[in-house]
């Protein structure tokens, strides 16, 4: 199993991005997704989960109402919309299973500063 993740990138507070996660060999439709994140110095945190439908999602509080999970099963790809950025956003971002069940791929760098 592989993950690709992708867009992050240089952002100002308040600003928006849409980070996608590829996954590659697995069934990707029976299983449920998830975006963490790291920060720098800080352990690796949950951020968003989704199921394998998309009709049931989670969110970190630090989050909730401000980032969006989705997924596109013909795509095999789950993304997440994160909107009204805030400093304490900056962060490697990453895709996996539930309760991180394969290994992890390269992430995407997010970085919100003025």
């Known amino acids: 199993v592989q993950f690709v993740e992708s867009g992050g990138g240089l952002v100002q507070p308040g600003g928006s991005l849409r980070l996608s996660c590829a996954a590659f060999g697995l069934d990707f439709r029976n299983y449920g997704m998830n975006w963490y994140r790291q920060a720098p110095g800080k352990v690796r945190v949950l951020v968003a989960a989704i199921g394998s439908t998309g009709g049931d999602t989670i969110y970190a509080d630090s989050v909730k109402g401000r980032f969006t999970i989705s997924r596109d099963n013909s795509k095999n790809t789950v993304y997440l919309q994160m909107n009204s950025l805030k400093y304490e956003d900056t962060a490697v971002y990453y895709c996996?299973?539930?309760?991180?069940?394969?290994?992890w791929g390269q992430g995407t760098q997010v970085t919100v500063s003025s």
């Open positions: 996996n299973g539930p309760g991180a069940l394969w290994s």
